[in-house]
């Protein structure tokens, strides 16, 4: 019998195998949402994939991000790279981050089946809706991401 091809690149089943920034239980989330600075809720249990990212923020610089996802192996692989990107080198700028596109996830991740790009949507937007909870929350409303589902 022919072995059958994994659709997935050797770094999205690094990121979906061993996860990097995830909240594993709800004890977890609840500790580090206590001093997160922003956090985002995206996507739909009906649909199946539901995204939850708490951020912490210092001197206009994303320092942490965690995340927890019911969702595919894309969505988790996607998450945890956007994770990782944003914390590099000290944490990200905040501008920079709100730049971030699902599209320059998978570039991180070398591809994902065509079938599974919307999945890597949700790191993005999650991102953005914490970033928008943070500029709530600290009064910078003139910063918020006017496409995305936020009020103050």
């Known amino acids: ?75 988790i692989a996607s998450a945890s790279m956007m994770s990782e990107m944003v914390k590099e080198n000290g944490g990200m700028n905040i501008e920079d981050a709100l730049n971030i596109t699902a599209q320059d996830i998978v570039k991180k991740l070398e591809g994902l089946p065509a079938r599974k790009i919307h999945c890597s949507v949700l790191g993005h937007k999650a991102l953005r809706a914490a970033l928008n909870d943070y500029f709530c929350k600290t009064g910078q409303k003139d910063r918020m991401v006017k496409d995305e589902k936020h009020t103050c």
């Open 1 to 75: 019998m022919a072995e059958k091809k994994w659709f997935y690149t050797d770094i999205v089943k690094e990121h979906f195998f061993n996860p990097r920034n995830i909240l594993k239980t709800d004890k977890e989330a609840e500790e580090f949402a206590k001093h997160a600075d922003g956090v985002g809720e995206v996507g739909s249990p009906i649909c199946g994939d539901v995204m939850k990212l708490w951020i912490k923020i210092k001197d206009n610089k994303i320092v942490d991000c965690r995340w927890q996802t019911f969702g595919c192996a894309s969505a």
